[in-house]
């Protein structure tokens, strides 16, 4: 049963931006942080950005920081990763994971040099 959808990945070009999206299914989802991590071809799974079950507290990667931003909507079920000056090496899939629900199916991000 998926309990995490994301969506809002795809092409942009070095510089560009994108906003991704993980909207859960359960109202458990305002209790708990939520996380979002990438895995690019041949790579480890890193985690870029998490945020607390009610917003106030967040953390960032060093290679994103500055760039992303993360947040949520308790009322939607919905987090969000504005992913804003984006480069080749930010080219992965990115799931989110929530501490309850588990994971995200993903969803791809490519930027083109």
């Known amino acids: 049963q998926v309990q995490l959808v994301e969506s809002g990945g795809g092409l942009v070009q070095t510089g560009g931006s994108l906003r991704l999206s993980c909207v859960a299914s359960r109202n458990i989802f305002s209790l708990y942080g939520v996380s979002w991590y990438r895995q690019a071809p041949g790579k480890q799974r890193e985690l870029v950005a998490t945020i607390s079950s009610a917003g106030g507290s967040t953390y960032y990667a060093d290679s994103v920081k500055g760039r992303f931003t993360i947040s949520r909507d308790n009322a939607k079920k919905t987090a969000y990763l504005q992913m804003n000056s984006l480069k080749p090496e930010d080219t992965a899939v990115y799931s989110c994971?929530?501490?309850?629900?588990?994971w995200g199916q993903g969803t791809q991000v490519t930027v083109s040099s």
């Open positions: 994971h929530h501490t309850e629900l588990g």
